[in-house]
Structures are given as C-alpha cells and as structure tokens.
Nanobody
Framework: QVQLVESGGGLVQAGGSLRLSCAAS????????MAWFRQVPGKEREFVGN???????????ECADSVKGRCTISRGNSGNTIDLRMDRVKPEDTAAYYC????????????????WGQGTQVTVSS
C-alpha cells in the first residue's frame, strides 16, 4: 500500500522554527518529486517546496517565493523521505501541511501530484 505519512506538526511560537517530516512507503520514491503544500480553510492548497534526486547523492530543491529565505527542503538518502524546515515562522504560516509525491519532473502545480498524505496541522502562536 502506497502511503505518505507526515509528522512534526503542532504548536510553534512566532519567530521559532517548524520541522516536518514525511515518510513514503509502498514503493521506491527515489525517482519521484516529493513536495510540501499547505492549506488554510477556505483557501486553495498552496505550494511550499519540493525536491527531486538528480542522481548520485545530490538532489535539487526549491521553495515557493512566499517562503523563500525561511524554507529548507531536504530529501533523505533513501529517497523515501522529505523534510521541511521553516525558520522565523509567522502566524500566517498556520495551516495544514501536506506531503505529496509525483512521478513527473519538478513542478509546483498541485495537478502534478497524485499521491498525498493526510496532512499535519501547524499552528503558529503570536
């Protein structure tokens, strides 16, 4: 059974850091693009960042412009994990964060991703 499981959500104080992890299972994801999205009730799911292995031990990662400079995306050596670290968090970072995977090349559009986790809630207190 293919699944993505997020962990690390919870309450974070404004100005601090949040760290989320996503573990994929059920198949090998090393060739997949894995990504983080977030969603606030009543709004569309928003791209946060993604990463894809380039071969060997290197991967390419990018973050959305809205969080660039505060966001770090990393992939585990197995290729089946993706982590998100966000520094200097703000109350507007409060959202449900979702892990996603796509067999396609790097993309930010939600339509690229057909495997999703259940999400983990992050609440930033001011």
């Amino acid at each position: 059974q293919v699944q993505l499981v997020e962990s690390g959500g919870g309450l974070v104080q404004a100005g601090g850091s949040l760290r989320l992890s996503c573990a994929a299972s059920g198949r090998t994801f090393s060739s997949y693009t894995m990504a983080w999205f977030r969603q606030v009730p009543g709004k569309e799911r928003e791209f946060v960042g993604n990463a894809v292995w380039r071969g060997g031990r290197s991967y390419y990662a990018e973050c959305a412009d809205s969080v660039k400079g505060r966001c770090t995306i990393s992939r585990g050596n197995s290729g089946n994990t993706i982590d998100l670290r966000m520094d200097r968090v703000k109350p507007e970072d409060t959202a449900a964060y979702y892990c996603a995977a796509s067999p396609a090349a790097m993309g930010r559009a939600i339509e690229y991703y057909d495997i999703w986790g259940q999400g983990t809630q992050v609440t930033v207190s001011s």
